[in-house]
């Protein structure tokens, strides 16, 4: 499932946010800044029109000719085209795109005595035409103002706007950023954290130097928290170790008494010498128990320190094979070595490895009549050891859960008393992957289960 | 009739084994502490010895050390932990074997019988290792001055049977056969912990061994 980053969200609202908002307010400012300054410009070139416009009446009355000059010094002092119709007749001093710029309707207006103003856009400039009746000499004075300058100023602060906006952008991604920083890497490091622990690395804390109060709350309650929990695990495992431990000398003494009955079993009664003999079995069968739990709790609780040493592989097994054979009074099985085997090195815990393969053959003896052969192999840079038996198998759906504790496959059920611990594949597993190995278990040659041990090989094996 | 020396804390582990060992022919001394044990032992010398690691005053480390100083007998130490710093600690005191419990008592009796079995091996020949002079048919190492050094049964036999190899290696496995008499039991803890006090009796240099040599990955040869 796609999730949103809330990394990109930050940035993208804090920028999206900053962008928004500085536009909002450079727009606002333009508009507003431009409407001032139009009309006032608008207000002084009307009330300029106004009094030039009193003078060319003032000038036609008294003095005719001239108006050229008083047309001249006008349009000197106010940078405009100035046009005068008197009689119909046109009069201009300007050149005469200017006569082009004052529209029909300003001079029907003009013409109907009404004065009139138009702000018009032409040739992508800004123009302002006044028209003024001057009824009395039967004349029109009319008065075109270039925009252009208050334009330019107006572009000026456009531009200067909008990189105001730009750069009040710019500073809100670096603020989302900044934020993301100190809230989202926190979480990140917490989740790390998290999944570290969750591996197994229990030793795992965060830092709690300079950081944000919400965070450094967070911080502690998070180590506080795996502390906890890994102080109950601990515990949890402690508490295991020192139930299998208190149970070694009770069942050394039993084990022990069981063996001094064994002694003088032909002075038992029938009856007591059955009794008796049940009393041995399950008391083995206890006795693995506690060894087993004993094992598997102390890896458990850490209490076992992992002696990991380079040994040559196929003494190793042969020697485990044998050990493992003989402790439970068992013939041992062949070992075949490949042939391209030669003298593979592996690293390994020696007891824990052969507290494996010893756990292995005991496994094909209780459930498949015995192991038929340990085989060695090189697949790769991994050696293999295949311990096979020709019992049943294990079916399919059993065999990712045979590794797990006190897990009974219906091999168990089927044979009516289940003379296995329920630990010791278990252990297998557990020890084998100490090592940085593999155990699976599939069918065998000889139609029984394979399980497969691969443990990887060490450089410098033919030396 | 062999006669062990059981010092043990716990009254009815302690009985038990009585009652197993008597029921096996022994004659047994139970002791229930450290001192108690090398008192008896010093008052009757026993063949071979058990003696639990935990017990209350004197430990089983310094009863192992006491008895060791007297005698040459085989001690085999009982330990309700097997950690590796126990074991070592523990054949260090001078034990020979250990075993952990809840150990399968028909195991314990092997074992003891296969120390009880052992005798020197008197047939080798002496041979020189350095300013050493090994004389297997007395049973005795001495040195250049003259003067014996002493070897616990375990120790000569390591060094004898390393010897009549003739420079050849010897896996851990082939020497927990040929010097504990074991067919399976043991572990190669029990092997690397008496070569590292064997050698810090015949080298010069303990840790750069010139005699006693560790073969990576394949076991011990004795360079004559």
């Known amino acids: 499932m796609h999730r949103r980053s809330l990394r990109l969200r930050l940035l993208v609202t804090f920028g999206l946010g900053a962008f928004l908002l500085s536009s909002l307010f450079a727009a606002l400012t333009y508009v507003g800044v431009k409407h001032v300054l139009v009309n006032d410009q608008q207000q002084s070139d009307l009330r300029q029109s106004f009094v030039n416009a009193a003078l060319v009446r003032s000038t036609l009355y008294t003095s005719p000719p001239e108006l050229a000059n008083l047309l001249n010094s006008i349009q000197k002092a106010t940078a405009s085209d100035v046009l005068i119709q008197t009689h119909n007749q046109w009069l201009s001093k300007s050149s005469g795109a200017a006569t082009q710029d004052v529209s029909q309707e300003i001079i029907l207006a003009a013409d109907a005595g009404h004065a009139t103003e138009q702000t018009l856009y032409v040739n992508q400039h800004s123009i302002f035409v006044v028209g003024v009746p001057i009824p009395a000499v039967e004349t029109q004075f009319f008065e075109v103002f270039q925009l252009g300058k208050l334009e330019r100023t107006l572009t000026i602060l456009l531009q200067v706007l909008g990189a105001g906006a730009i750069l009040t952008s710019l500073v809100g991604i670096a603020g989302g950023l900044w934020v993301t920083r100190r809230t989202v890497r926190p979480l990140e490091r917490v989740s790390a954290a998290a999944a570290l622990i969750a591996g197994g690395e229990l030793t795992t804390r965060l830092v709690t130097r300079n950081t944000d109060r919400e965070v450094q709350q967070l911080t502690e309650s998070f180590n506080a928290m795996v502390s906890q929990l890994v102080e109950r695990l601990e515990r949890d495992a402690r508490f295991a170790s020192d139930v299998s431990h208190e149970l070694r000398s009770p069942l050394t003494t039993l084990a022990t008494t069981a063996t001094v009955l064994s002694q003088h079993r032909d002075e038992l009664s029938p009856v007591a010498q059955q009794s008796l003999d049940l009393l041995v079995a399950d008391l083995s069968v206890f006795q693995s128990l506690v060894e087993d739990l004993l094992e598997i709790t102390r890896s458990d609780a850490g209490a076992a320190p992992v002696l990991i040493e380079t040994v040559p592989a196929i003494e190793l097994v042969r020697q485990s094979v044998r050990s493992g054979a003989q402790h439970h009074g068992l013939v041992a099985p062949p070992i075949e070595v490949a042939p391209d085997v030669g003298e593979p090195l592996v690293s390994v815990d020696r007891r824990r490895f052969e507290r494996a393969m010893t756990n292995l053959i005991d496994n094909a003896h209780h459930y498949a009549g015995g192991a038929v052969a340990v085989r060695i192999s090189v697949e790769g840079n991994r050696l293999v050891i295949d311990v096979d038996d020709a019992g049943p198998g294990v079916p399919t759906d059993e065999r990712e859960r045979v590794f797990q504790r006190f897990f009974r496959g219906r091999a168990a059920h089927d044979r009516g008393i289940a003379r296995g611990t329920g630990l010791g594949l278990a252990l297998v597993h557990d020890h084998v992957l100490t090592f940085g190995g593999t155990i699976n278990v599939d069918e065998g040659p000889e139609g029984g289960a394979r399980f497969e041990i691969s443990l990887p090989l060490i450089e410098g094996g033919d030396e | ?224």
């Open chain 2, 1 to 224: 009739m062999p006669r062990i020396l059981i010092v043990e804390d716990d009254d009815r582990i302690r009985t038990a084994l009585r009652l197993m060992f008597e029921g096996e022919g022994f004659v047994v001394d139970d002791a229930p502490t450290g001192e108690v044990g090398v008192a008896l032992f010093n008052r009757m010398a026993a063949d071979i010895a058990i003696v639990d690691i935990m017990l209350p005053a004197m430990t089983g480390f310094e009863t192992c050390q006491a008895l060791r100083a007297s005698s040459d007998l085989p001690i085999v130490i009982v330990s309700a932990r097997d950690e590796t710093a126990d074991v070592v600690l523990g054949l260090e005191s001078g034990a020979d074997d250990y075993v952990t419990k809840p150990f399968v008592p028909e195991e314990l009796l092997a074992r003891v019988r296969a120390h009880l079995r052992r005798r020197p091996d008197k047939s080798a020949k002496a041979f020189a290792l350095g300013r050493l002079h090994v004389i297997p048919d007395e049973g005795v190492v001495r040195q250049h001055d003259g003067t014996e050094l002493h070897l616990t049964s375990t120790e000569f036999r390591l060094l004898t049977d390393l010897a009549s190899a003739n420079g050849k290696i010897l896996s851990r496995e082939d020497l927990l056969e040929r010097v504990w008499g074991y067919d399976y039991f043991g572990d190669s803890r029990l092997v690397d912990v008496h070569i590292r006090r064997l050698r810090t009796k015949i080298e010069p240099d303990p840790s750069n061994p010139l005699y006693l040599v560790t073969v990576r990955g394949a076991g011990y040869k004795l360079v004559l």
